[in-house]
């Protein structure tokens, strides 16, 4: 497709509430998965995730796979690349089943290490940069990890070898992969490029964890939620059939790859369809914006607050993003301002909320592009093979329309967490994993998502959802984001305290006030408000950090009184 040219509205076939694929591309039948889970699958589908990069490079060899400022590979050069890693690993004595911790940053080098990995039959840990050297200790000896490739800026982050003994091998990549000395006891991770290009047999079956992509839960130790082959091939497919991804995308990672919102949502669909994955090694507003028009971008993975950033930065010229025309969204709810401004200057350009989590391998429902505008709250329909219902605290599916917890099964549903039989016993049941997320669905199957269980404010016995506060502030223009935490109180039990993000200049409490009092049941209304220009804090994947900012509205209130 050319820059210019127009994009026709894409309507996906939808029938009994969920998402369909016509049997003309797609059949589904039940089966039976890890040894005790029957849930509805895809017929046709690839048996191993790595079979996708395969088939790419078969196909479509001289396609752009990679693209990372100067540096460019093919399908047929990334592949040659993976096979490369593969008979490195195993040549130094990894095994298939073993750990392999990736802990690099967005680049050329994450991409080589995680699929290199997965193609021996290693299982591969992504790993964020940003952890601290107890997190990564944590992970590495969690896991036993028998191999840790990461970076020399990171090396900081890396705790001593002897802290970890599952560890026989740490690979470290940097200064343009060449063959300089690693740090002692480490090599270079130029040396496992070095191997032949020889493309190992295909190795493991569908049911195999081939990634532990450990939680980024805000309270606790994370857990290594164990995806297996038919759980990322099948959230590839519904994606695809879902948003209509055709070959010839290429898509901006500018979220980091290490979590599942990158991995999946943009670098797998754009495997899928052999698609080039353009990657940014950081986030910068101006930079993404320069990316995009030098590389043509047609599609993208962004929480809410960026497309607003990229709305109002000063470069922002409507005119050189013609080639957009997808936008994936998730982890909150658009500003409705922000979904008009995009239509206004942007009318090719489809805006698709997509709701999902590391467990279900990212999506559960996808919100049809053409819905939007009616259902602005919703997340969406279910994706194809997903089945769920709302259930109460006593284990009882509630009625339609009614709030209770989300249980989510399918293909995309993990098996479990990594050695955590207990977690494992407590989440998942039946089949069904017990999402934490407090929803509603409407009588055309329809997805609301109101808050996490955890988050919901008791404010005088009234419960109080902070995601619909926040989502009402979120409307007032000139809002970025927004976080509402509870703050103790001796008489009500709990107060709403609300952390805002405007754009400099745009609004101020006394406008908040007067958007939440038009707006909010008198219950729900903040109490105080903390407003500012600097971004709220976020983990690796994109998710406010909650627990941070309840402890500054503790101090702030305890201040105040």
Known sequence: MSSTQKTEPYAPAIAGERFVVPETVNTTRRECHFGHRLFTCLDRRPARFDDLLRKAARDHGDNEALVCGEERLSYG????????????????????????????????????????????????????IKMSAPETR?????????????????????????????????????????????????????????????PPPPVGDEDDTIFLFYTSGTTGKPKGARIANINIVHSALQ???AIDLKPGQRGLLAIPGAHI???????????????ATVILPDYRTAEVLEVMKREAITFTVFV?????????????????????????????????????????????????????ATETTSPVSIMPAFASRDRPASVGLLVQCAEAVVMDDAGREVPRGQSGE??????????????????????????????????????????????RKKDMINKGGYKVFSAEVENALVALEGVVECAAVPVADPVMGERVCVFVACQPGETDEAALRRHAAATLADYKQPDFYLVGAEPLPRNPNGKVLKAPLAEKARVFEGKRT
């Open 261 to 275: 919102s990158g991995f999946m949502a943009l670098y797998t669909n754009m495997l899928s369809v052999a698609g």
């Open 406 to 451: 989300l249980w989510v099964r399918g293909p995309m549903v993990v098996p479990g967490y990594w050695e955590d039989p207990e977690q494992t016993a407590r989440a998942f049941i039946d089949g069904y994993w017990r999402t934490g997320d407090v929803v509603s669905m409407d009588a055309e199957g329809y997805l609301y998502i109101h808050d």
């Open 77 to 128: 050069e990334f592949d040659a690349a993976v096979s490369r890693v593969a008979n490195g690993l195993t040549a130094a004595g990894i095994a298939p089943g073993e750990r392999v911790g990736i802990m690099l940053g967005n680049g050329i080098p994450f991409f080589l290490a995680i699929m290199g990995a997965v193609r021996m039959g290693a299982i591969a840990v992504p790993m964020s």
């Open 304 to 356: 809410p607050s960026i497309y607003q950033l990229i709305l109002m930065h000063a470069d922002f010229d409507a005119g050189a993003f013609d080639a957009w025309r997808t936008g994936i969204f998730g982890g909150g709810i658009m500003p409705p301002a922000t979904v008009q401004r995009l239509g206004e200057v942007l009318p090719d350009l489809r805006l698709i909320n997509a709701y999902g």
């Open 138 to 198: 944590y992970i590495l000896n969690h896991c036993q990890a028998a191999a840790l490739i990461t970076g020399k800026d990171i090396l900081p982050r890396v705790p001593p070898a002897a802290e970890c003994p599952s560890l026989r091998h740490i690979w470290v990549a940097g200064n343009g992969e060449t063959t300089e000395a690693a740090p002692a006891g480490m090599t270079a991770f130029a040396e496992l490029l070095a191997a032949d290009d020889t």
């Open 239 to 241: 994606y695809a059939y």
